[in-house]
């Protein structure tokens, strides 16, 4: 079974450009998500979407950033204009719907992106 | 208080040790719990799901206290191998929504 698949792996970009972010799931996989993880801390969800509809963006700093996943498949994450502190790696990870009892199953993350913004 | 926190670590013991990890969630309503496993510059990786009942995986056994909001992660004779940071991950307010522990960092020495 092929992974989560990202793209780019480094990026490094100067405070006030653009990027964007690139993530494919799990063939079947509905559910998928960004993640943000600083250094020496535990991913944050930025987002959450199933098939093509946003689930939970509420920590999405939405005055810079946006994701979009039109076909319900892949995904695009951008930063628009990036901040110093927005150095990080992005994380996708994607997973299916839960059991027929309801017990979650866990994600798969890809490789991440790891952003540096100068 | 914070969704999810776990022992501030690091720990530092020797191979061949038993070594536990402790995480408090706060929302009583959470009903999926996992332990991932990061190595360093690396993506997490599923370790294991943690079910009401306990449950075991070699060298590893995971335990569940919902009356205490509490989870536990268990390693007995630790390899060289074992040394990576271990995340806590709850569903939060969705259910397919996760939150994720600070982690707590091992390192086994030889």
């Known amino acids: 079974e092929a992974g989560v698949a990202q793209s780019p792996r480094y990026k490094i970009i100067e405070k006030r450009q653009s990027v964007a972010f690139w993530c494919n799931p799990i063939?079947?996989?509905?559910?998928l998500y960004w993640y943000q993880q600083i250094l020496g801390q535990g991913p944050k969800l930025l987002i959450q979407f199933q098939n093509n509809g946003v689930v939970d963006d509420s920590q999405l700093p939405k005055d810079r950033f946006s994701a979009e996943r039109l076909k319900g498949v892949d995904s695009t994450l951008k930063i628009q204009p990036a901040k110093l502190e927005d150095s990080a790696v992005y994380l996708c990870?994607?997973?299916?719907?839960?059991?027929?009892?309801?017990?979650?199953?866990?994600?798969?993350f890809g490789s991440g992106t790891r952003l540096t913004v100068v | 208080r914070k969704e999810v926190e776990q022992d501030p670590g690091p720990f530092n013991v020797p191979e061949g040790a038993t070594v536990a990890f402790n995480c408090t969630y706060s929302n009583s309503a959470s009903q999926s719990f996992f332990w991932y496993r990061q190595d360093c510059r690396k993506e997490p990786k599923l370790l294991m799901s943690v079910y009401s009942s306990g449950n075991e995986d070699g060298r590893f056994t995971a335990q569940l206290n919902r009356a205490s909001q509490y989870i536990s992660l268990l390693i007995r004779d630790s390899k060289l191998s074992d040394s990576a940071t271990y995340l806590c991950?709850?569903?939060?307010?969705?259910?397919?929504?996760?939150?994720f522990g600070p982690g707590t960092r091992l390192s086994v020495l030889p």
């Open positions: 063939s079947g996989h509905a559910t």
């Open positions: 990870a994607s997973t299916q719907f839960p059991r027929p009892t309801g017990e979650n199953y866990g994600y798969t």
């Open positions: 991950v709850v569903n939060g307010n969705y259910g397919q929504n996760f939150v």
